[in-house]
């Protein structure tokens, strides 16, 4: 038998060492395309993304498969952040044997008296003079601050000469970083000039309440380029791994992992659970609202439950949602729940945030069932950049009780105009008199106390408008706000809930009165008595001063719903009818 000479492939393979063959890693992606996450040797990686669990989860992951190998960790975190966090994903460098002998972990401390760059440069040669094995890799965090990025000559400089570096050395170097214009403006295109001799680019953006891996452009370990993808990001409900999602059709499957590590977390204020005996397992229960928002601004998808009750002012609890959506995006659920009173201005709290109201009927059972059903689920309503656009829809008019019919049409068109921003329900009902009642005992038998809501005569008929009150509502309302039984009084009613048939109906009362002006019965009818403010004026947050406007006050602000007050009102309250002045009827 002939024995033949090795190939040269076979010859290449036996002379590089077992570990030699595992350099060349990858990001700690699963589920991603090699050609989007490899790393060839001799090159520079950039990848842009501001702290959050996505970023320590694609770092310090890949980081700690790294570390099975000869390379080198480097953050400018504390040794101990260091420590706890490769801990965290699975790595416990304390641990006898449990990283590659020559691999290295370092704290990088940068000095504001040097230039940032030219210290990196440096750490980076004396590491790999002194204790690197050749060809190996440089995982590299939070070194930002080492470029000049306001200074465009400069930085093409700096990604020049770290390109150069790599590229002499053999080492290959991930910055896994966030630049000012980043930060600022959320694209990293105008950094082209910095990474043009780099072998990829990426960003880690966390965009609709989900993160996404969006590559510039991407050079692999074989030299294959990628550009312009956009892969959706899930994490694993295993060990909080990052899973790239493929498969659009499967994006939306709970198989593929959770949007953020905290998706199955569940905050409470105290006071909404203040009344039941036993809280869910696992629940997180905070002091109050106030204590709530503080530690939720850090959430990203977990599940918020804040209370409102009669001694919450609605102004502050708007700002709290609007606050939270905004700070922690579209996949953070935010749920509040009624206490003692009903929130009437549900949809004003849907536009600022908030996922759902739960009724203050509903049992702690029908409450875990309503939690588990906003689970995955993506904020998609516009959310506007300040609450007080939304709440200044919802303030209503001082004015309650009777008016006369020309300014009773002008402060009906006023409110419904001034709702329309939040899709605020607003009520008119047109109510038919009986053939022996006179509009005056109409009058005096509606005793409305609500701020914003308001009546007026004309013709044969009564007008009566509800604010912010939902058209099934109405006849619930009217009977809080009558003392006498709807059938001795009306024929019937006409109930308008929407814009188009209130404005219609204002249209025939407003040719109505210019045809035959009905009597103005200001002097004839009591004058209404809201009830005292059930909830205090909104206040702000400690330490800062108040953005309340002077309008905001609780009388101008929604309280409540129309069946609760007359329900918490005194008996006191409501006065008997004082008889008219003048015969307007015909006396039996």
Same mark, same amino acid.
């Given at each position: 038998?002939?024995?033949?000479?090795?190939?040269?492939?076979?010859?290449?393979?036996?002379?590089?060492?077992?570990?030699?063959?595992?350099?060349?890693?990858?990001?700690?992606?699963?589920?991603?395309?090699?050609?989007?996450?490899?790393?060839?040797?001799?090159?520079?990686?950039?990848?842009?993304?501001?702290?959050?669990?996505?970023?320590?989860?694609?770092?310090?992951?890949?980081?700690?498969?790294?570390?099975?190998?000869?390379?080198?960790?480097?953050?400018?975190?504390?040794?101990?952040?260091?420590?706890?966090?490769?801990?965290?994903?699975?790595?416990?460098?304390?641990?006898?044997?449990?990283?590659?002998?020559?691999?290295?972990?370092?704290?990088?401390?940068?000095?504001?008296?040097?230039?940032?760059?030219?210290?990196?440069?440096?750490?980076?040669?004396?590491?790999?003079?002194?204790?690197?094995?050749?060809?190996?890799?440089?995982?590299?965090?939070?070194?930002?601050?080492?470029?000049?990025?306001?200074?465009?000559?400069?930085?093409?400089?700096?990604?020049?000469?770290?390109?150069?570096?790599?590229?002499?050395?053999?080492?290959?170097?991930?910055?896994?970083?966030?630049?000012?214009?980043?930060?600022?403006?959320?694209?990293?295109?105008?950094?082209?000039?910095?990474?043009?001799?780099?072998?990829?680019?990426?960003?880690?953006?966390?965009?609709?309440?989900?993160?996404?891996?969006?590559?510039?452009?991407?050079?692999?370990?074989?030299?294959?380029?990628?550009?312009?993808?956009?892969?959706?990001?899930?994490?694993?409900?295993?060990?909080?791994?990052?899973?790239?999602?493929?498969?659009?059709?499967?994006?939306?499957?709970?198989?593929?992992?959770?949007?953020?590590?905290?998706?199955?977390?569940?905050?409470?204020?105290?006071?909404?659970?203040?009344?039941?005996?036993?809280?869910?397992?696992?629940?997180?229960?905070?002091?109050?609202?106030?204590?709530?928002?503080?530690?939720?601004?850090?959430?990203?998808?977990?599940?918020?439950?804040?209370?409102?009750?009669?001694?919450?002012?609605?102004?502050?609890?708007?700002?709290?949602?609007?606050?939270?959506?905004?700070?922690?995006?579209?996949?953070?659920?935010?749920?509040?729940?009624?206490?003692?009173?009903?929130?009437?201005?549900?949809?004003?709290?849907?536009?600022?945030?908030?996922?759902?109201?739960?009724?203050?009927?509903?049992?702690?059972?029908?409450?875990?069932?309503?939690?588990?059903?906003?689970?995955?689920?993506?904020?998609?309503?516009?959310?506007?950049?300040?609450?007080?656009?939304?709440?200044?829809?919802?303030?209503? *008019?001082? %004015?309650?009780?009777?008016? #006369? $019919?020309?300014?009773?049409?002008? !402060?009906?068109?006023? &409110? =419904?105009?001034?709702?329309?921003?939040?899709?605020?329900?607003?009520?008119?009902?047109?109510?038919?008199?009986?053939?022996?009642?006179?509009?005056?005992?109409?009058?005096?038998?509606?005793?409305?106390?609500?701020?914003?809501?308001?009546?007026?005569?004309?013709?044969?008929?009564?007008?009566?408008?509800?604010?912010?009150?939902?058209?099934?509502?109405?006849?619930?309302?009217?009977?809080?706000?009558?003392?006498?039984?709807?059938?001795?009084?009306?024929?019937?009613?006409?109930?308008?809930?929407?814009?188009?048939?209130?404005?219609?109906?204002?249209?025939?009362?407003?040719?109505?009165?210019?045809?035959?002006?009905?009597? *103005?019965? %200001?002097?004839?009818?009591? #004058? $209404?008595?809201?009830?005292?403010? !059930?909830?205090?004026? &909104? =206040?702000?947050?400690?330490?800062?001063?108040?953005?309340?406007?002077?309008?905001?006050?609780?009388?101008?602000?929604?309280?409540?719903?129309?069946?609760?007050?007359?329900?918490?009102?005194?008996?006191?309250?409501?006065?008997?009818?004082?008889?008219?002045?003048?015969?307007?009827?015909?006396?039996?």
């Amino acid at each position: 038998m002939t024995n033949l000479p090795p190939s040269s492939s076979e010859s290449t393979d036996r002379a590089i060492p077992r570990a030699r063959l595992r350099l060349n890693q990858s990001l700690a992606i699963e589920g991603l395309p090699s050609s989007l996450s490899a790393l060839a040797t001799g090159q520079v990686y950039a990848v842009y993304a501001s702290r959050s669990p996505a970023r320590d989860a694609l770092f310090w992951k890949t980081a700690a498969n790294a570390l099975l190998t000869p390379v080198t960790v480097i953050s400018t975190r504390s040794a101990e952040d260091v420590t706890q966090a490769l801990r965290q994903h699975g790595m416990d460098i304390d641990h006898a044997g449990a990283v590659h002998p020559r691999s290295n972990v370092c704290a990088l401390h940068l000095s504001p008296d040097r230039d940032g760059c030219d210290a990196l440069m440096e750490s980076l040669q004396a590491l790999s003079a002194q204790c690197t094995t050749p060809a190996s890799q440089f995982l590299v965090e939070g070194v930002a601050a080492c470029f000049a990025w306001q200074d465009r000559a400069a930085l093409i400089r700096q990604g020049a000469a770290l390109a150069g570096w790599c590229a002499q050395t053999r080492h290959t170097v991930l910055l896994v970083m966030l630049p000012p214009l980043v930060e600022h403006s959320g694209d990293f295109r105008p950094l082209a000039d910095f990474q043009i001799q780099f072998a990829g680019a990426a960003q880690l953006v966390h965009e609709q309440g989900e993160f996404r891996w969006e590559v510039a452009f991407w050079r692999d370990n074989r030299g294959a380029l990628s550009a312009n993808e956009s892969i959706p990001l899930r994490f694993s409900g295993h060990d909080h791994r990052l899973v790239a999602v493929l498969d659009a059709d499967q994006e939306g499957s709970e198989s593929i992992g959770m949007l953020a590590p905290d998706e199955s977390v569940v905050m409470v204020s105290q006071d909404a659970v203040a009344r039941e005996r036993v809280v869910p397992k696992g629940w997180q229960v905070l002091p109050d609202n106030d204590a709530l928002v503080s530690t939720a601004s850090r959430a990203v998808a977990a599940t918020v439950i804040l209370h409102y009750g009669i001694n919450e002012s609605l102004a502050t609890l708007a700002k709290q949602v609007n606050f939270l959506r905004r700070q922690c995006g579209k996949a953070l659920k935010i749920l509040i729940r009624e206490d003692n009173v009903s929130i009437r201005y549900e949809l004003l709290m849907l536009t600022l945030g908030a996922n759902g109201i739960i009724a203050r009927s509903m049992p702690m059972a029908q409450v875990e069932i309503a939690v588990d059903s906003v689970q995955g689920q993506l904020f998609s309503r516009p959310v506007p950049d300040d609450y007080h656009s939304a709440l200044s829809a919802a303030m209503r *008019d001082s %004015t309650t009780g009777y008016v #006369p $019919a020309h300014r009773f049409i002008q !402060l009906v068109r006023e &409110a =419904v105009e001034r709702s329309r921003p939040i899709r605020l329900p607003n009520v008119l009902l047109r109510l038919p008199l009986e053939r022996d009642v006179a509009g005056i005992d109409a009058l005096q038998a509606c005793r409305i106390r609500r701020t914003g809501d308001i009546c007026t005569a004309s013709g044969d008929s009564l007008y009566v408008f509800f604010f912010a009150c939902h058209v099934d509502n109405a006849g619930e309302a009217m009977e809080k706000v009558f003392e006498r039984p709807l059938s001795e009084l009306f024929r019937g009613e006409l109930r308008c809930g929407d814009r188009e048939t209130i404005y219609s109906t204002l249209d025939g009362l407003a040719e109505e009165i210019a045809e035959l002006p009905p009597p *103005d019965y %200001t002097g004839l009818v009591a #004058p $209404a008595e809201p009830v005292a403010p !059930l909830m205090p004026a &909104a =206040v702000a947050e400690p330490g800062a001063e108040s953005d309340v406007t002077g309008d905001a006050t609780p009388g101008s602000l929604p309280m409540l719903a129309a069946s609760d007050t007359t329900d918490i009102a005194p008996a006191t309250t409501r006065r008997p009818a004082r008889p008219a002045s003048l015969p307007l009827k015909a006396q039996g």
